[in-house]
């Protein structure tokens, strides 16, 4: 326990924790927002635009599945955020810090939650979907009252895991000027050797990740009408 009371003790620690924690929040909610905005119309494009879709095409389906989710996903993130850094000075202006971090952090789980989307889109019910388009009910409508609605559950977990996965790729965000409790862990932890700080680092991302898990499957309860 010497080191949990040399954590307590230690001023510049204890007062670089508070601002780690609020750092990896901003990452967090930034690239969560983004990625929910995008990447539900994408996974609801990928659905639609499959062969049996309500609006088949193949040559756009390939681009967006074939080309952009599936390398997109394929790519480590620790390199894809390495690559992106260029890119995240030209969107935001700066090339370091959290928010510099939310554009690699969105551009890698775009493609993850839109494929999540997609497969929750699929369990709807195909039967549901033909008597809305008998009953003389638009394309643009089914989706927005039948696919969307039905499949609010699976849409929401998939959010829920998601943003657990955000929480995980904020630490190594850290580790390449992202900051947050990646970067506290690897400054003091790591390169200084405090065992304390690596150990509440992850107490705390533990905690978060069980937070949201908790509030996603409540959510994901409450939406479901089934």
Known sequence: MDFFNDLVTNPGITKAMWPAFIETMQMVAIAGVF??????????????????GLTPNKPLNVVLSGIIVNITRSIPFAILMVSLIPFAKLIVGVSLGPVAASVS??????????????TALRE????????????????????????????????VAAGTTTLVTL?????????????????????????????????????????????????GDRIARVVDHR
């Open 35 to 52: 990625t929910v905005i995008i990447g539900l119309p994408l996974g609801i494009l990928l659905l639609n635009t499959s062969q049996d």
């Open 105 to 118: 952090l969105t551009i890698g789980t775009i493609p993850f939650f839109a494929r999540l989307v997609e």
């Open 124 to 155: 709807v019910s195909g039967g549901k979907i033909d008597a809305a388009l008998v009953m003389g009910s638009t394309k643009m409508q089914v989706i927005r009252k039948v696919l969307v609605p039905e499949a609010m559950p699976g849409i």
């Open 167 to 215: 929480i995980g790729y904020s630490a190594m965000a850290g580790l390449v000027g992202g900051g947050g409790l990646g970067r506290l862990a690897y400054n003091y932890g790591f390169q200084r050797y405090e065992p304390a700080i690596m150990v509440v680092t992850i107490v705390i991302m533990v905690v978060m990740v069980q937070l949201v898990q908790v509030i």
